[in-house]
């Protein structure tokens, strides 16, 4: 079977809860550092106390002009600036601009500004700012994004719930081995919910916690026995998508090999997980990078912190034969970042395979299986080689990609 380790990622751009660039992250990561509490935006409250973790301030770089700012979504602010730091790692200003692609991962993302504006003009329908009939469409992020960086190759958005992430990392990949473009850059788009949508989750059983309603610092556990249910968490991330003979040309050291990968569907609308679904796409990715389940030293899993959801995971882990291989939970510490979650935890596998560092799983003091390799309070020292990330969402998407670090 053809073997597609030329695809590498060359730059990545991360701005979250926890810290804004590669080096504040990846620390915080380390040192298992959170920021959960009672959220207070405006717009995620409405006489709740729904707990998640927030971005506390963003530094933007001089070349986003402050009319750009002023007319953007908190969404699309914070693609520009993750994207602005993955672009000058990779050196995307030395290539011909169409040749360069853009995917942003997830839909309808931008609910709570669009609720502020609602609540805004409502008495005042008529003075309703023009600008909203462009940026209340995620669409706008492309726009915003292509025009301040020049990229002219194609762009579009992709939704695929808390999928979104990574399955535009798969379509940004196939981009580049159809030859449409050279280089693509992926964002995992920020998804900014309101008290509508955190609601609506807690009505569903998927966000938690009534356990820890008075301990946030405690809610977010992700395969521990008493989770009750996902933690939100903003958060962006980027990366850049290439081959090695195009990076290669600029001299930019790449971060890891695309081994393999593969979306399998359940054929289901419900946010129920699918067993084999999840076996089937991380078997299907195994295949396509060549590799038997020994050879994988690290799996980082989607880990949303749902009874079932946790359950079904690890026993299609287990049964693919990857029980073997370091396990952590990425948002234990960073919280659930829906249509950002794919991307956010490739790059938390990158920077930990560079690091040659395990990051800690906080809150996992009676793990739902304690069969399994995992990194439970502290984090461990080790060389991971090949790993595996998973990233599943609502309505039958599954996900897997595999990496190989370089």
Known sequence: MKNYNNIIISGIGITSSIGQGKKAFTQALMEGRHRFDIMKRPGRQNGTSFIGAEIDEITYPDSISKKVLRTASFSAKTAMVTLDEAWKEAKLDDCDSSRIGLVVGGSN?????QLLIHEKYKNRFGF?????????????ICGLCTEHFGIKGMSYTLGGASASGQAAIIQGLQSILSGQIDVCIVIGALMDLSYWECQAFRSLGAMGSDAYADEPEKACRPFDENHDGFIYGE???????ERVDTASKRKVEPYAQLLGWSTVLDGNRNPNPSYEGELSTIK???EKANLEPHEVDYV?????????GDETELKAICD???????????KSITGHGLSSAGTIELIATMLQMKEGKLHPTINLDNPINTSLNWVKSKP???????AINISIGFGGINTAICLRKI
Do not use: W
Not at 320 to 330: D, E, K, M, P, R
Not at 380 to 386: G, I, P
């Open 320 to 330: 693919s034969g990857l029980s073997h291989a370091y396990l952590n939970a990425t």
């Open 284 to 286: 299907k990715t195994m």
């Open 380 to 386: 461990v020292s080790y060389e991971a080689k090949t």
């Open 128 to 140: 309703i700012s023009p600008t909203y009939g462009l940026s209340f469409m995620d669409s706008d």
């Open 235 to 241: 958060a962006c991330g980027a990366v850049v998508i």
């Open 109 to 113: 993302i931008q609910q709570r500004e």
């Open 300 to 308: 980082n899993p989607h880990g949303s912190g749902s009874k079932i």
